[in-house]
Each structure stands twice: as structure tokens, then as C-alpha cells.
């Protein structure tokens, strides 16, 4: 397959302006094309992933990414379509700004080209930008715009209504600028991008910029990808830990997994086929999952921390301990109830531990050999807290029967 077919192939291509150039330039030159993302939070999450490993893939074809942080649209803000949103300050734009470039340079290493559309849309007057680029757009064009024609019920801002303007500038320069051919974005994007051609067609005339928008990215029963029970998956590994993230991709449907290798992986077509083939031989096995959670956390976060989620998940599974790093037991304190041992007394802290609801309970735990400390039952209702053992001179893992813990933290 060529590159424009292996796009296809991969699900990575919903509305194409142009096909037959879209094709020539992915297929023939070596091009640069970009994709934009707008500060409107201090980290990125697992639902920017489909953007970011098409810009790796489109890399490992030959072709420079050009990634544009939104520092100066993010003070305006993409139209969302129920209501407007908060309007950031500008120390915070500029600050989530450098936040998600560093996550994203963590991600795309070699040959890349960061760029902050702050940088030329804050020295565009008010003048300038009604009389140069106003100019180009109808309000009729806007007005049928999908993203605009969902908030006219519920109304919208002239501040919002006038965000695909900004994000149309910022088009033209990079084409006129950084000679840019290609824009990527998801489907949702697409008003932005059309818009962005048709001002590069009146400004320049003919022109070979295209754009290429992506299907959202829902899961196999409608609801939207990236959201847990506790709420996003963020790239930020403070914000959900690399236990947390592998925990959410095992534990993705089989009617979504080869949706995912294609759209969140690196791996080429024939090793996808073999691993759904593999995976169909025991489902219960969950290897697709596995191949796939490895290989986002891998990507996000690196190998050591890949190990340190397995680890987790084998001790919690299997009730051993003693092998963790530091690193591990950090991520534990991120996932497990966790209490802060002062001079508790040993029924006190299993009541306050959250494994027992009353001293009553936790008495009648300990007799019957259901609490343990570090996997060693501890059966004595008067043991001595004090003896506990410390990993890290820290921490210690108090357990429930089988699959109930709580992380002791020593000060």
C-alpha cells in the first residue's frame, strides 16, 4: 500500500479538500504539515493520541510534523458546542502552552518544527485584522459553519464566532511562512480547515495546500474515548499515572481494539492482523489489549514506567509486594486508599484504612486471618504497630482478604 492507503487502512481519514493531491503530496514529495492544539488545559489527554501518533506515523514516512501551539487561540477558544467557555488569561495560555509543548516533545523527537501562533496573532491590530483578513470571510459562510450552527439556539459570542479566523491566519502563515502543504485535524476541525483554504485561495490564488480531517474517536458503544470512571486519561503522568492509563486500554472492549492498534499504535499491518489472530484464538487471554496498553504507555511514558504499571498489576493481582520500586509505590499511592500512620493502634488503623467499618469489624477481621501486612497475616487484634515493616523506610501495604489494600505512609 502507499502512505495514502495505509492512511485509509489505519482509519485515519475522513474529508479530503483534494484526493488526488492529498495522494501525490503524501505519496510523492516530502512535505511539512501540521497539527494545531489549543492550551485550554495544562495537559493533554489519551484523545489527543490519534493526532499525535499520525503526526509519528507521517514522520516514520519521511515527512515533517509541524506542531502549532495555540497560545494565542487558546485566549479565544474553538466554539464548543453547548456553551462558551472560560477565557483564559494569557499567563495562563502561554503557560499550559509550554506544558503541552513539553509533552508533546517528549513524544516526537528528531525531525519536528514547534511553533506558538501567540507569536504573530498578537501583533495583528484590530484594524489589520478586519481590513486583511475580515474581509475574506461572509457572515453567510460563517453562519453555516457545523461547529456555528450548533450554538445559534443557545447563542454564541462574536469572540467565538470569530475563533476560525484566527485559526485560518494562522494557515495561511504557516503555508506562506514555513511552506506548510498539509493540516490535519479531527472531523470536528473541518469547518476550521475548509475555512483555512479558502482564505489561502483568496490571498494567494492557486495554491496545493490541503486538508484532512479524522473520525472522532468514540468507543463501539457511542460513549466518548478517553474517559474513565474517575474521569480524562491525561498524558500528564501526575494527573493519571502509567497504572492508570494501562489499566484503561486492558481494559478495552474487543469490538474496539483494532481500532485502536490502528489509530493509537505504530504497528504496521501485518503485525496488527497477526496479534487480532492471536487474540481471537483465547479472547479471555486479552493479548490485543495488552499489545496495545504496552505500547501507549511505552510511547507516553517510556519503558521503565511500562514496567513499573506491570509490576503494579502483578502485585495486586497476585498479592506480592515485594519486588516494587519506589516508582511503583508511588503509583499505588495513586490508586489505592492510602492513611497516614501516626499512633493509630493496629484496630484503629485498619478502621481508618477503609478495610473494616467499625473496631468491632476489624476485630473479627483479624481473628479470622483476613488482614495482612506486606502478604503475612497478622492475627493478633493488639499488634504492635510500631513493628511494622517499611518499604523505602515509608511504606506498607495492609490488605483485606484477597483483593481489598490500602498503602500505609510513614512519616
Known sequence: MDL?????????????????????????????????YD????????????QIVRMLYLQKHGHTPVVLIGGGTG???????????????????????????T???????????FINNYDWLSKIDLISFLRDYGKYFSVSYMLHKETVQKRLETGISYTEFSYMILQSIDWLH???????????????????????????????GKNDAVGLSSPLLLKADGTKF???????IWLDENLTSPYEMYQYFLNSSDEDIETYLKLLTLKEKEEI???LSKHQEKPELRFAQKALAEDVVTLIHGKKALENALKVTDALFSGNFNDLSLEAYNMLARVLDVLKVTDQNFIELIVQSKLASSNREAREFVLNGAISINGVKIEDIAYDTRQIPKAFERYSIIRRGKKKYALLVFK
Open 103 to 113: 509533552q508533546i516533545r517528549k513524544l516526537i523527537a528528531g525531525n519536528v518544527v
Open 273 to 275: 492482523d497477526s496479534i
Open 39 to 50: 492550551p485550554t488545559g495544562s495537559s493533554l489527554t489519551v484523545g489527543h493520541l490519534v
Open 75 to 101: 485566549l479565544i477558544g474553538d466554539p464548543r458546542e453547548t456553551s462558551e467557555r472560560s477565557l483564559l488569561t494569557l499567563e495562563q495560555s502561554l503557560a499550559n502552552a509550554k506544558k503541552i509543548e
Open 174 to 204: 504557516l503555508y506562506q511562512n514555513h511552506d506548510v502543504k498539509i493540516q490535519f485535524g479531527g472531523s470536528d476541525q473541518w469547518g476550521n480547515l475548509t475555512s483555512g483554504l479558502e482564505l489561502i485561495r483568496r490571498v494567494v
Open 4 to 36: 495514502f492507503s495505509k492512511l485509509q487502512y489505519r482509519g485515519m481519514v475522513k474529508d479530503v479538500s483534494d484526493i488526488q493531491l492529498a495522494k501525490k503530496l503524501l505519496n510523492e514529495e516530502k512535505i511539512k504539515f501540521y497539527v494545531g
Open 226 to 232: 478517553g474517559k474513565s470512571e474517575s474521569g480524562a
